[in-house]
C-alpha cells in the first residue's frame, strides 16, 4: 500500500493503483447508443464513442454479446 504526505501533514493511504496493462478502450462501432448495466450503474455508450475502463468488464455477459456481435471493439 502506498502513501503520502500531504501538506497539512496527514498521512494519505492509497489502497489501489492501476495497471496500465488492465486499462482499455470500449468502442462502439454503430450508429446505435447503448446502455449498458453494469455493477456500479447504468452507463451510455453514444454510438461513435469511447470509453476508457478496466479489462475486467470483459467479465460481463452484456459486453461480450456486444463485442461477439462486432457492436463493441476494443482498443
Known amino acids: 500500500m502506498a502513501t503520502k504526505q500531504s501538506d497539512l501533514g496527514v498521512e494519505q493511504q492509497y489502497t489501489w493503483r492501476e495497471n496500465p496493462d488492465d486499462i482499455i478502450v470500449l468502442v462502439n462501432?454503430?450508429?446505435?447508443?447503448?446502455?449498458?448495466?453494469?455493477?456500479?450503474?447504468?452507463?451510455?455508450?453514444?454510438?461513435?464513442?469511447?470509453?476508457?475502463?478496466?479489462?475486467?468488464?470483459?467479465?460481463?455477459?452484456?459486453?461480450?454479446?456486444?463485442?461477439?456481435d462486432g457492436s463493441l471493439t476494443i482498443e
Open 29 to 68: 462501432q454503430t450508429n446505435k447508443n447503448f446502455i449498458l448495466d453494469l455493477p456500479a450503474g447504468r452507463y451510455r455508450l453514444d454510438a461513435g464513442r469511447r470509453m476508457r475502463t478496466l479489462r475486467s468488464i470483459l467479465k460481463h455477459q452484456q459486453i461480450m454479446a456486444l463485442i461477439e
